[in-house]
Protein backbone atom coordinates (compact mmCIF):
# COMPACT_ATOMS: atom_id res chain seq x y z
CA UNK A 1 0.00 0.00 0.00
CA UNK A 2 1.16 3.78 -0.84
CA UNK A 3 0.44 6.13 1.50
CA UNK A 4 -0.49 9.35 0.05
CA UNK A 5 -1.85 11.59 3.39
CA UNK A 6 -2.89 10.47 6.50
CA UNK A 7 -6.31 8.29 6.35
CA UNK A 8 -5.36 7.85 2.47
CA UNK A 9 -3.68 4.90 0.99
CA UNK A 10 -3.37 3.32 -2.62
CA UNK A 11 -3.25 -0.24 -3.51
CA UNK A 12 -1.52 0.44 -6.51
CA UNK A 13 -4.52 -0.90 -8.34
CA UNK A 14 -6.57 2.27 -8.90
CA UNK A 15 -8.41 2.46 -5.85
CA UNK A 16 -8.01 4.94 -3.72
CA UNK A 17 -9.06 4.19 0.33
CA UNK A 18 -10.25 6.66 2.81
CA UNK A 19 -9.47 4.70 6.30
CA UNK A 20 -11.07 6.22 9.58
CA UNK A 21 -13.05 8.62 7.45
CA UNK A 22 -13.79 11.72 9.19
CA UNK A 23 -16.07 15.04 7.77
CA UNK A 24 -13.03 16.77 7.04
CA UNK A 25 -12.25 14.12 4.38
CA UNK A 26 -15.67 14.73 2.39
CA UNK A 27 -14.89 17.08 -0.70
CA UNK A 28 -14.12 16.63 -4.52
CA UNK A 29 -10.98 14.11 -5.52
CA UNK A 30 -9.58 14.20 -8.82
CA UNK A 31 -8.20 11.54 -10.62
CA UNK A 32 -5.48 12.58 -13.33
CA UNK A 33 -3.68 10.52 -15.67
CA UNK A 34 -1.15 11.87 -17.68
CA UNK A 35 1.81 11.02 -20.69
CA UNK A 36 4.04 12.22 -22.91
CA UNK A 37 0.97 12.91 -25.40
CA UNK A 38 -1.10 14.67 -22.54
CA UNK A 39 -3.27 14.32 -19.84
CA UNK A 40 -6.80 13.43 -18.80
CA UNK A 41 -8.64 13.56 -15.53
CA UNK A 42 -12.25 12.57 -13.81
CA UNK A 43 -13.86 14.01 -10.43
CA UNK A 44 -16.07 13.04 -8.00
CA UNK A 45 -17.70 14.17 -4.96
CA UNK A 46 -17.01 12.14 -1.41
CA UNK A 47 -19.73 12.29 1.38
CA UNK A 48 -18.74 11.00 4.22
CA UNK A 49 -22.44 9.64 6.26
CA UNK A 50 -22.79 9.68 9.99
CA UNK A 51 -24.19 11.57 12.78
CA UNK A 52 -26.62 14.96 12.33
CA UNK A 53 -24.38 17.87 12.13
CA UNK A 54 -24.90 19.87 15.88
CA UNK A 55 -27.82 22.39 16.08
CA UNK A 56 -26.78 26.36 15.92
CA UNK A 57 -28.54 29.56 16.58
CA UNK A 58 -30.17 28.23 20.20
CA UNK A 59 -32.44 31.14 21.22
CA UNK A 60 -35.46 31.76 23.50
CA UNK A 61 -37.75 33.54 21.12
CA UNK A 62 -38.77 36.99 21.97
CA UNK A 63 -35.48 37.62 23.97
CA UNK A 64 -34.36 40.83 24.73
CA UNK A 65 -32.03 42.47 26.40
CA UNK A 66 -33.33 42.95 30.44
CA UNK A 67 -36.53 40.33 29.66
CA UNK A 68 -37.58 37.98 31.71
CA UNK A 69 -40.06 35.01 30.77
CA UNK A 70 -43.18 33.93 33.21
CA UNK A 71 -43.93 30.49 33.36
CA UNK A 72 -42.87 29.40 29.55
CA UNK A 73 -40.77 29.94 27.11
CA UNK A 74 -40.22 29.07 23.32
CA UNK A 75 -37.30 27.53 22.62
CA UNK A 76 -35.57 27.75 18.51
CA UNK A 77 -32.75 26.32 16.86
CA UNK A 78 -31.67 25.44 13.31
CA UNK A 79 -31.18 21.94 11.99
CA UNK A 80 -27.03 20.71 11.75
CA UNK A 81 -26.22 19.84 8.57
CA UNK A 82 -27.25 16.18 7.09
CA UNK A 83 -24.54 13.72 7.01
CA UNK A 84 -26.90 11.55 4.90
CA UNK A 85 -29.19 10.33 7.71
CA UNK A 86 -32.18 12.71 8.66
CA UNK A 87 -32.69 13.88 12.28
CA UNK A 88 -34.99 11.52 13.86
CA UNK A 89 -35.70 13.56 17.03
CA UNK A 90 -33.54 16.03 19.43
CA UNK A 91 -32.49 16.35 23.10
CA UNK A 92 -32.54 19.87 24.79
CA UNK A 93 -30.47 19.99 28.34
CA UNK A 94 -30.86 23.33 30.36
CA UNK A 95 -28.53 24.33 33.46
CA UNK A 96 -29.16 26.84 35.89
CA UNK A 97 -27.25 29.86 37.08
CA UNK A 98 -26.46 27.83 40.11
CA UNK A 99 -24.94 24.96 38.53
CA UNK A 100 -21.47 23.88 37.69
CA UNK A 101 -19.85 24.35 34.47
CA UNK A 102 -20.82 20.69 33.51
CA UNK A 103 -23.57 20.24 34.97
CA UNK A 104 -26.24 19.86 32.15
CA UNK A 105 -30.22 18.93 33.33
CA UNK A 106 -31.90 16.89 29.99
CA UNK A 107 -35.14 18.62 29.81
CA UNK A 108 -36.18 16.05 27.52
CA UNK A 109 -34.80 13.16 25.66
CA UNK A 110 -37.26 12.27 22.72
CA UNK A 111 -38.08 15.31 21.22
CA UNK A 112 -39.30 14.42 17.43
CA UNK A 113 -38.51 16.02 14.56
CA UNK A 114 -41.64 16.40 13.20
CA UNK A 115 -42.86 18.09 16.85
CA UNK A 116 -40.63 20.61 15.88
CA UNK A 117 -41.42 22.22 12.71
CA UNK A 118 -42.34 25.50 12.54
CA UNK A 119 -44.17 26.12 9.12
CA UNK A 120 -43.84 29.97 9.27
CA UNK A 121 -40.13 29.42 9.05
CA UNK A 122 -38.99 26.18 7.86
CA UNK A 123 -35.48 26.83 8.36
CA UNK A 124 -36.09 26.57 12.17
CA UNK A 125 -37.29 24.15 14.33
CA UNK A 126 -39.00 25.12 18.11
CA UNK A 127 -40.57 23.97 21.50
CA UNK A 128 -42.27 25.01 24.04
CA UNK A 129 -40.96 24.42 27.66
CA UNK A 130 -44.20 24.72 29.64
CA UNK A 131 -43.70 24.61 33.75
CA UNK A 132 -40.79 23.14 33.68
CA UNK A 133 -38.51 25.52 35.41
CA UNK A 134 -38.14 26.90 38.31
CA UNK A 135 -39.11 30.87 38.54
CA UNK A 136 -36.68 33.32 40.35
CA UNK A 137 -34.36 31.05 38.07
CA UNK A 138 -31.18 31.96 34.99
CA UNK A 139 -31.02 29.32 32.58
CA UNK A 140 -29.27 28.10 29.51
CA UNK A 141 -30.08 25.72 27.26
CA UNK A 142 -27.91 23.32 24.67
CA UNK A 143 -29.71 21.38 21.97
CA UNK A 144 -28.39 17.94 20.29
CA UNK A 145 -29.76 16.62 17.04
CA UNK A 146 -29.98 12.29 16.79
CA UNK A 147 -30.62 9.98 14.27
CA UNK A 148 -32.14 6.74 15.95
CA UNK A 149 -29.93 4.77 14.21
CA UNK A 150 -26.34 6.43 13.48
CA UNK A 151 -26.18 8.08 16.85
CA UNK A 152 -26.40 11.69 18.06
CA UNK A 153 -24.53 15.19 17.28
CA UNK A 154 -22.51 16.82 19.52
CA UNK A 155 -24.51 19.26 21.82
CA UNK A 156 -25.03 22.67 20.24
CA UNK A 157 -21.72 24.79 21.21
CA UNK A 158 -21.53 27.91 23.54
CA UNK A 159 -21.28 30.99 23.95
CA UNK A 160 -24.75 30.35 26.28
CA UNK A 161 -26.70 33.21 26.98
CA UNK A 162 -29.31 33.18 30.18
CA UNK A 163 -32.76 33.74 30.21
CA UNK A 164 -34.22 34.33 33.49
CA UNK A 165 -37.68 33.38 34.57
CA UNK A 166 -40.12 35.48 36.54
CA UNK A 167 -40.34 35.60 40.67
CA UNK A 168 -42.72 33.33 42.23
CA UNK A 169 -43.36 31.52 44.95
CA UNK A 170 -41.43 27.92 44.92
CA UNK A 171 -42.67 25.44 43.65
CA UNK A 172 -40.85 22.13 45.80
CA UNK A 173 -40.66 21.77 49.43
CA UNK A 174 -37.72 20.38 51.04
CA UNK A 175 -36.61 16.69 51.59
CA UNK A 176 -36.04 14.48 53.86
CA UNK A 177 -38.07 15.90 56.78
CA UNK A 178 -37.55 14.31 59.96
CA UNK A 179 -35.63 14.24 63.06
CA UNK A 180 -34.90 12.41 66.16
CA UNK A 181 -31.65 11.09 67.59
CA UNK A 182 -31.05 14.38 69.95
CA UNK A 183 -30.35 14.49 73.77
CA UNK A 184 -32.58 13.50 76.29
CA UNK A 185 -36.05 15.33 75.82
CA UNK A 186 -34.70 17.14 72.80
CA UNK A 187 -36.64 17.28 69.88
CA UNK A 188 -34.49 17.55 67.26
CA UNK A 189 -36.36 18.43 63.94
CA UNK A 190 -34.09 18.53 60.10
CA UNK A 191 -34.61 18.64 56.44
CA UNK A 192 -32.49 19.14 53.39
CA UNK A 193 -31.65 22.88 52.38
CA UNK A 194 -33.64 23.94 49.35
CA UNK A 195 -31.28 24.20 46.75
CA UNK A 196 -31.08 27.90 45.57
CA UNK A 197 -31.99 26.87 42.19
CA UNK A 198 -35.46 26.10 43.62
CA UNK A 199 -35.98 29.50 45.20
CA UNK A 200 -38.04 31.04 43.34
CA UNK A 201 -36.18 34.14 44.41
CA UNK A 202 -33.71 35.90 45.71
CA UNK A 203 -34.04 34.75 49.61
CA UNK A 204 -36.25 31.85 51.26
CA UNK A 205 -37.26 31.31 54.57
CA UNK A 206 -38.89 28.30 56.51
CA UNK A 207 -41.75 27.88 58.52
CA UNK A 208 -41.82 24.64 60.97
CA UNK A 209 -44.73 23.97 62.36
CA UNK A 210 -44.89 21.05 65.16
CA UNK A 211 -46.92 19.55 67.94
CA UNK A 212 -47.77 16.09 69.55
CA UNK A 213 -49.55 13.85 67.41
CA UNK A 214 -52.81 13.41 68.31
CA UNK A 215 -56.00 13.32 66.32
CA UNK A 216 -58.21 15.32 68.56
CA UNK A 217 -55.95 18.55 67.81
CA UNK A 218 -57.15 21.40 65.79
CA UNK A 219 -55.41 22.75 63.25
CA UNK A 220 -54.67 26.44 65.60
CA UNK A 221 -52.52 24.33 68.03
CA UNK A 222 -49.34 23.75 65.95
CA UNK A 223 -46.17 25.46 67.50
CA UNK A 224 -44.84 27.95 64.19
CA UNK A 225 -40.87 28.67 63.96
CA UNK A 226 -39.61 30.88 61.10
CA UNK A 227 -35.94 30.05 60.62
CA UNK A 228 -33.81 30.45 57.70
CA UNK A 229 -31.97 27.53 59.01
CA UNK A 230 -32.19 23.73 57.95
CA UNK A 231 -33.07 22.16 61.29
CA UNK A 232 -34.66 23.36 64.50
CA UNK A 233 -34.55 21.98 68.09
CA UNK A 234 -36.19 22.74 71.20
CA UNK A 235 -36.77 21.09 74.71
CA UNK A 236 -40.23 19.40 74.89
CA UNK A 237 -40.11 18.52 78.79
CA UNK A 238 -39.88 15.02 80.86
CA UNK A 239 -43.88 14.34 80.01
CA UNK A 240 -43.37 14.57 76.21
CA UNK A 241 -40.94 11.65 76.52
CA UNK A 242 -41.42 8.76 73.41
CA UNK A 243 -44.05 10.90 72.20
CA UNK A 244 -44.45 10.90 68.60
CA UNK A 245 -44.57 14.68 66.83
CA UNK A 246 -46.29 15.63 64.04
CA UNK A 247 -43.96 17.89 61.89
CA UNK A 248 -44.66 20.17 58.73
CA UNK A 249 -42.04 22.84 56.77
CA UNK A 250 -43.30 25.21 54.22
CA UNK A 251 -41.20 27.74 52.29
CA UNK A 252 -41.37 31.33 51.39
CA UNK A 253 -39.62 33.78 49.45
CA UNK A 254 -41.10 37.60 49.01
CA UNK A 255 -43.44 36.42 46.35
CA UNK A 256 -45.22 33.62 48.63
CA UNK A 257 -44.77 30.53 49.90
CA UNK A 258 -45.48 26.44 48.57
CA UNK A 259 -47.85 23.66 50.02
CA UNK A 260 -46.52 22.02 53.12
CA UNK A 261 -44.10 19.04 53.28
CA UNK A 262 -45.44 16.86 56.41
CA UNK A 263 -43.92 14.10 58.36
CA UNK A 264 -43.79 12.26 61.79
CA UNK A 265 -40.89 12.00 64.00
CA UNK A 266 -40.87 9.87 67.34
CA UNK A 267 -38.35 10.27 70.59
CA UNK A 268 -37.82 6.27 71.45
CA UNK A 269 -34.90 5.08 73.72
CA UNK A 270 -32.62 2.43 73.45
CA UNK A 271 -29.87 0.76 75.54
CA UNK A 272 -26.47 0.14 74.60
CA UNK A 273 -24.53 -2.33 76.62
CA UNK A 274 -21.36 -2.90 76.00
CA UNK A 275 -18.19 -4.10 78.17
CA UNK A 276 -14.54 -5.28 77.93
CA UNK A 277 -14.46 -8.79 76.92
CA UNK A 278 -11.05 -9.21 76.20
CA UNK A 279 -11.25 -11.66 72.78
CA UNK A 280 -13.15 -11.53 70.09
CA UNK A 281 -15.96 -14.10 71.27
CA UNK A 282 -17.47 -12.05 73.56
CA UNK A 283 -18.61 -14.57 76.03
CA UNK A 284 -21.03 -13.37 79.16
CA UNK A 285 -18.11 -13.62 81.59
CA UNK A 286 -17.42 -9.82 81.85
CA UNK A 287 -21.23 -8.54 80.78
CA UNK A 288 -21.78 -7.79 84.43
CA UNK A 289 -19.30 -5.31 84.30
CA UNK A 290 -21.17 -3.76 81.50
CA UNK A 291 -21.63 -0.11 81.07
CA UNK A 292 -25.32 1.04 79.10
CA UNK A 293 -25.15 4.18 76.81
CA UNK A 294 -29.06 5.80 76.54
CA UNK A 295 -29.54 6.70 72.52
CA UNK A 296 -32.58 8.57 71.73
CA UNK A 297 -34.67 9.20 68.66
CA UNK A 298 -36.19 6.72 65.80
CA UNK A 299 -32.58 5.85 64.68
CA UNK A 300 -30.61 2.62 63.98
CA UNK A 301 -27.17 4.25 65.27
CA UNK A 302 -25.82 5.43 68.26
CA UNK A 303 -22.26 6.45 69.44
CA UNK A 304 -20.25 5.75 72.34
CA UNK A 305 -17.85 7.91 74.05
CA UNK A 306 -14.60 6.96 76.25
CA UNK A 307 -13.78 3.63 75.06
CA UNK A 308 -10.26 2.79 75.01
CA UNK A 309 -8.48 2.93 71.90
CA UNK A 310 -7.52 -0.74 70.36
CA UNK A 311 -9.83 -2.33 72.95
CA UNK A 312 -12.15 -5.52 72.70
CA UNK A 313 -15.28 -4.68 73.53
CA UNK A 314 -18.57 -6.43 72.67
CA UNK A 315 -22.56 -5.00 72.54
CA UNK A 316 -25.87 -5.73 72.90
CA UNK A 317 -28.91 -3.48 72.51
CA UNK A 318 -32.22 -3.14 74.36
CA UNK A 319 -35.53 -0.88 73.29
CA UNK A 320 -37.34 0.67 75.59
CA UNK A 321 -40.71 2.03 76.57
CA UNK A 322 -43.14 3.17 79.57
CA UNK A 323 -43.51 -0.84 80.08
CA UNK A 324 -39.64 -1.12 80.45
CA UNK A 325 -36.61 -2.72 79.14
CA UNK A 326 -37.01 -5.20 76.12
CA UNK A 327 -34.86 -8.56 75.76
CA UNK A 328 -31.19 -8.17 74.74
CA UNK A 329 -29.69 -8.68 71.70
CA UNK A 330 -27.30 -11.42 70.85
CA UNK A 331 -23.44 -10.09 71.70
CA UNK A 332 -21.36 -8.52 69.02
CA UNK A 333 -17.68 -8.27 68.86
CA UNK A 334 -16.18 -4.20 68.40
CA UNK A 335 -12.98 -3.56 68.35
CA UNK A 336 -11.52 -0.38 68.09
CA UNK A 337 -9.20 1.73 66.17
CA UNK A 338 -5.79 3.28 68.05
CA UNK A 339 -6.43 6.70 68.85
CA UNK A 340 -7.23 9.58 67.13
CA UNK A 341 -4.79 12.74 66.70
CA UNK A 342 -3.57 13.95 69.67
CA UNK A 343 -2.42 17.35 68.09
CA UNK A 344 -4.29 19.97 66.34
CA UNK A 345 -3.61 21.78 63.24
CA UNK A 346 -1.67 25.36 63.99
CA UNK A 347 -0.85 28.40 62.68
CA UNK A 348 -4.32 28.65 61.19
CA UNK A 349 -4.31 31.48 58.70
CA UNK A 350 -8.15 32.71 57.18
CA UNK A 351 -8.17 34.88 54.06
CA UNK A 352 -10.46 36.26 51.75
CA UNK A 353 -10.96 34.67 48.75
CA UNK A 354 -14.48 35.44 46.80
CA UNK A 355 -18.02 36.80 47.08
CA UNK A 356 -19.06 33.37 49.57
CA UNK A 357 -15.73 31.85 50.34
CA UNK A 358 -12.50 32.28 52.65
CA UNK A 359 -9.15 30.91 52.00
CA UNK A 360 -7.69 28.47 55.02
CA UNK A 361 -3.97 27.65 55.34
CA UNK A 362 -2.55 25.83 58.61
CA UNK A 363 0.05 23.83 59.71
CA UNK A 364 0.13 19.86 59.56
CA UNK A 365 -0.10 17.84 62.79
CA UNK A 366 2.37 14.17 62.95
CA UNK A 367 0.60 10.79 64.47
CA UNK A 368 2.20 9.71 67.92
CA UNK A 369 3.05 5.99 68.51
CA UNK A 370 -0.80 4.32 69.21
CA UNK A 371 -2.14 6.79 66.88
CA UNK A 372 -4.07 5.70 63.72
CA UNK A 373 -2.38 6.99 59.98
CA UNK A 374 -3.82 10.65 59.48
CA UNK A 375 -6.39 10.77 56.76
CA UNK A 376 -6.96 14.48 56.58
CA UNK A 377 -8.13 18.24 57.82
CA UNK A 378 -11.43 19.54 58.20
CA UNK A 379 -12.73 22.79 59.57
CA UNK A 380 -16.46 23.12 62.02
CA UNK A 381 -17.51 26.49 61.63
CA UNK A 382 -20.77 28.73 62.66
CA UNK A 383 -22.08 31.66 63.32
CA UNK A 384 -20.74 33.51 66.48
CA UNK A 385 -24.40 33.33 67.92
CA UNK A 386 -24.77 29.85 67.58
CA UNK A 387 -24.08 27.06 69.37
CA UNK A 388 -21.42 24.46 67.92
CA UNK A 389 -24.39 21.53 67.53
CA UNK A 390 -24.92 23.69 64.43
CA UNK A 391 -21.29 23.95 62.95
CA UNK A 392 -21.01 22.80 59.04
CA UNK A 393 -18.08 20.89 58.57
CA UNK A 394 -15.80 21.05 55.64
CA UNK A 395 -13.56 18.13 54.49
CA UNK A 396 -10.43 19.07 53.07
CA UNK A 397 -8.28 15.35 52.84
CA UNK A 398 -4.58 15.80 53.23
CA UNK A 399 -4.22 19.58 52.01
CA UNK A 400 -2.51 21.54 54.23
CA UNK A 401 -5.05 24.25 52.68
CA UNK A 402 -8.73 24.73 51.12
CA UNK A 403 -11.82 26.96 50.80
CA UNK A 404 -15.01 27.37 52.58
CA UNK A 405 -18.08 28.20 50.96
CA UNK A 406 -21.39 29.48 51.75
CA UNK A 407 -19.85 32.59 53.71
CA UNK A 408 -22.41 35.37 54.24
CA UNK A 409 -21.59 38.66 54.32
CA UNK A 410 -21.79 40.66 57.33
CA UNK A 411 -21.85 37.79 59.64
CA UNK A 412 -19.03 36.79 62.36
CA UNK A 413 -18.38 32.74 62.92
CA UNK A 414 -16.20 31.09 65.12
CA UNK A 415 -13.76 28.28 63.58
CA UNK A 416 -12.04 24.95 64.94
CA UNK A 417 -9.91 23.20 62.92
CA UNK A 418 -8.75 19.12 63.16
CA UNK A 419 -6.90 16.42 62.01
CA UNK A 420 -8.90 12.85 61.70
CA UNK A 421 -8.32 9.51 61.49
CA UNK A 422 -10.05 5.79 60.83
CA UNK A 423 -9.43 6.76 65.27
CA UNK A 424 -11.88 9.26 65.00
CA UNK A 425 -11.61 13.20 64.73
CA UNK A 426 -8.23 14.61 66.86
CA UNK A 427 -8.02 17.34 69.19
CA UNK A 428 -9.65 20.40 68.31
CA UNK A 429 -7.90 24.15 67.62
CA UNK A 430 -8.34 26.80 69.73
CA UNK A 431 -11.36 28.93 68.62
CA UNK A 432 -10.78 31.51 66.26
CA UNK A 433 -13.02 34.42 64.52
CA UNK A 434 -13.78 35.15 61.30
CA UNK A 435 -16.05 36.88 58.01
CA UNK A 436 -15.97 36.94 55.05
CA UNK A 437 -12.39 39.53 54.83
CA UNK A 438 -10.88 36.94 56.49
CA UNK A 439 -9.59 36.27 60.20
CA UNK A 440 -10.86 39.16 62.83
CA UNK A 441 -10.20 39.69 66.51
CA UNK A 442 -14.03 39.44 68.72
CA UNK A 443 -14.79 40.51 72.19
CA UNK A 444 -17.66 38.42 73.63
CA UNK A 445 -18.77 40.19 76.19
CA UNK A 446 -19.33 43.47 73.78
CA UNK A 447 -19.63 41.59 70.66
CA UNK A 448 -17.39 44.22 69.12
CA UNK A 449 -14.67 43.41 66.72
CA UNK A 450 -11.54 44.85 67.99
CA UNK A 451 -9.88 45.07 64.57
CA UNK A 452 -10.70 45.42 60.99
CA UNK A 453 -10.11 42.54 58.34
CA UNK A 454 -6.06 41.37 58.69
CA UNK A 455 -4.04 42.32 55.48
CA UNK A 456 -5.33 39.44 52.54
CA UNK A 457 -4.00 38.03 49.60
CA UNK A 458 -5.85 37.57 46.36
CA UNK A 459 -5.50 33.64 46.42
CA UNK A 460 -7.08 33.68 42.79
CA UNK A 461 -4.17 34.33 42.00
CA UNK A 462 -1.61 31.57 41.06
CA UNK A 463 1.91 33.62 42.36
CA UNK A 464 -0.18 35.03 45.50
CA UNK A 465 -1.24 31.49 46.26
CA UNK A 466 2.30 30.08 46.36
CA UNK A 467 3.23 33.37 48.71
CA UNK A 468 0.48 31.81 51.19
CA UNK A 469 1.85 28.08 50.88
CA UNK A 470 5.17 29.42 51.57
CA UNK A 471 4.32 31.19 54.35
CA UNK A 472 2.78 28.28 55.69
CA UNK A 473 5.57 26.05 54.93
CA UNK A 474 7.87 28.31 56.77
CA UNK A 475 5.85 28.19 59.79
CA UNK A 476 6.31 24.58 59.77
CA UNK A 477 10.07 24.19 59.32
CA UNK A 478 9.97 27.18 62.45
CA UNK A 479 7.84 24.47 64.29
CA UNK A 480 9.71 21.26 63.25
Not at 98 to 107: A, G, M, R, Y
Not at 373 to 379: E, S, T, V
Amino acid sequence: MIPLWPNLVSRGDGILYVTSAKYEHEGVYTCKVSSVTGSISASAYLTVNGPPGEPGGVHARGARDNQNFQNDLELWWQKGRRRGFDVTHYVIEYRSFHDKEDQWTVLTDDLREADTYLESYPDWRGHWIKGQLSPGTQYNFRVTSCNSQIGCSPPSSGPYKYYKMDSAPPIVSPDNVGGGGGATGLLQMTWDPLPKSKWGGDQISYILYFRKYEEKYSENQWEVVNTKKPYHYTVVGEINYYLPYEVKVQVKNEKGAVQIQQSRLFILQRYINYWDGGDTLCLDTFEKEAQSKNVYGDVTEGMLVGMLPGGDYCVNIQVYNVAGLGPKTDNYYLGMNDAPPSQYPEYVVVMSHGEESVQLLWDGVRNDFGEEPILGYKAWWWEVAEDIRSAQQTDFGKMLTGVIHGVERDRIYRLRMMAYSNGGDGAKSPELFFTLGGLVRYDRQTTDIMNSSPPTLDVTSPLNLLLALTISLWMHTLRH
